[in-house]
């Protein structure tokens, strides 16, 4: 799909679609955005956050990036676009849950297992942010029978690369004090994209379960 493509389709929006939103976002302009959910999905163009959780305008706040990963709390004040958000979500918007939701087929996971190095200058970023990536590649390699498939690996790395963002984002101060107070829920999650079917980390069985709405607040 190229532009001319996309131009034609926000037409279509605003003539036809927006209608049926127009009083939810007038709302939303009067009243302000008040979310509950943080959304940290891959910036994969399969995956879209509001379609997959049946959501609508106003209810969640999203970061989208490669991998869906959540870079470990620098106190530092150079630019961190997903930390700016994190804690603009959790301090200011106050949401009560973090979703990071990992997805299969992920580019971001695949690159880990390639045998060639992402050395072009062009590139530099995203090698640097791929080592994020790095800690769940190694705990599957570790853990995983000599014997298991690449779609296996792939498929174990994808999800064990979504539960250990959950504890890069307890790096945060905020984050950290907000859980430990009961006010925030950190919550891991895979996407498939064959069937649309979603599984939650539940972490006394220590596995993904299909996620359903009677699981609420058990994932």
């Known amino acids: ?14 003539k036809e679609k927006f209608k049926k939103y127009q009083h939810k976002f007038e709302k ?9 959910v943080l959304f940290i999905g891959c910036s994969d163009s399969r995956v879209l956050p509001n379609l997959i959780t049946n959501t609508g305008p106003g ?7 490669i991998g869906n990963f959540v870079a470990p709390y620098k106190p530092d004040e150079d630019f961190h676009s997903t930390a700016a958000a994190i804690e603009y979500a959790v301090s200011v918007l106050e949401v009560e849950d973090i979703i990071v939701c990992g997805h299969s087929h992920c580019g971001a996971i ?3 297992f ?31 029978p000599p014997e ?3 779609e296996d690996m792939l498929d174990a790395t994808e999800k064990v690369s979504a539960v250990m963002q959950l504890e890069n984002l307890m790096t945060y101060p905020v984050v950290k004090e907000r859980v430990e107070e009961g ?12 069937s649309g079917e979603i599984t939650c980390y539940e972490s006394e069985a220590q596995e993904f379960i299909p996620i359903t709405s009677s699981q609420e607040g058990a994932c």
Do not use: C
Request: glycine share 6%; no cysteine.
């Open 1 to 14: 799909m190229g532009i001319h493509k996309i131009i034609e389709g926000s037409e279509r929006f605003r």
């Open 28 to 36: 939303l302009v009067r009243e302000g955005q008040q979310p509950k």
């Open 59 to 65: 209810d969640l706040f999203v970061i989208r990036n």
């Open 110 to 112: 695949g690159a880990l």
């Open 114 to 144: 390639k045998k060639y190095k992402l050395e072009a200058p062009s590139l530099i970023h995203v090698k640097r942010w791929l080592s994020l990536g790095e800690s769940a590649k190694e705990f599957v390699l570790s853990h995983m």
């Open 148 to 150: 298991a498939s690449q």
């Open 183 to 194: 006010k925030l829920f950190l919550n891991a999650w895979h996407y498939d994209i064959e």
